[in-house]
T-cell receptor, first 112, second 112 residues
Framework: GQQLNQSPQSMFIQEGEDVSMNCTSSSIFNTWLWYKQDPGEGPVLLIALYKAGELTSNGRLTAQFGITRKDSFLNISASIPSDVGIYFCAGPYYGQGGKLIFGQGTELSVKP | DAGVIQSPRHEVTEMGQEVTLRCKPISGHDYLFWYRQTMMRGLELLIYFNNNVPIDDSGMPEDRFSAKMPNASFSTLKIQPSEPRDSAVYFC??????????FGSGTRLTVV
């Protein structure tokens, strides 16, 4: 079945460093979504990608929809302590309406 | 809009007791989803509704779990009888069409 694999599983970085994480699948996705979950809260949508090759930014965050449609990347520039949390990629199950599948998440820790 | 509202935020119950989790989706959203999050299994989709009708309940663990959506502004997830392995954070999310979800803050369930 469809699966999303995220890497790395966790990252420990220094404040000010850039961060890169990715999400891959053996299946093609027509939409890629990136969410962030703060401790004790639900995931919040950061960026949505709808077209292969698309590069979209949201402040210090930049995400790309891979050309093969089987991967996506999220970059965070000049990290700050409030970037701490779990980042999830997600995509719609093929032919199943609004149902989303989520990756396992990348847990980011930022040292001041 | 107040977002997706879940109650209670925390629930501690004894094994064998009935537990009811509640969700109020964003007004106008036509999809509602129930997810469970654990360290071991990540975010798992339990069931989702479209226009108050259950579409896919294949993720519901077993007959002890049931979900209802009597109207467009309210849904419940019930566990009867509860077991320690049901301990997790349960999220409700809603969306308009197949756009990205908005999650609630979750209910942290502990079954002792």
């Amino acid at each position: 079945g469809q699966q999303l694999n995220q890497s790395p599983q966790s990252m420990f970085i220094q404040e000010g460093e850039d961060v890169s994480m990715n999400c891959t699948s053996s299946s093609i996705f027509n939409t890629w979504l990136w969410y962030k979950q703060d401790p004790g809260e639900g995931p919040v949508l950061l960026i949505a990608l709808y077209k292969a090759g698309e590069l979209t930014s949201n402040g210090r965050l930049t995400a790309q929809f891979g050309i093969t449609r089987k991967d996506s990347f999220l970059n965070i520039s000049a990290s700050i302590p409030s970037d701490v949390g779990i980042y999830f990629c997600a995509g719609p199950y093929y032919g199943q309406g609004g149902k989303l599948i989520f990756g396992q998440g990348t847990e980011l820790s930022v040292k001041p | 809009d107040a977002g997706v509202i879940q109650s209670p935020r925390h629930e501690v119950t004894e094994m064998g007791q009935e537990v009811t989790l509640r969700c109020k989706p964003i007004s106008g959203h036509d999809y509602l989803f129930w997810y469970r999050q654990t360290m071991m299994r990540g975010l798992e989709l339990l069931i989702y509704f479209n226009n108050n009708v259950p579409i896919d309940d294949s993720g519901m663990p077993e007959d002890r779990f049931s979900a209802k959506m009597p109207n467009a502004s309210f849904s419940t997830l019930k566990i009867q009888p509860s077991e320690p392995r049901d301990s997790a954070v349960y999220f409700c999310a809603s969306s308009l069409g197949q756009t990205g979800y908005t999650f609630g803050s979750g209910t942290r369930l502990t079954v002792v």
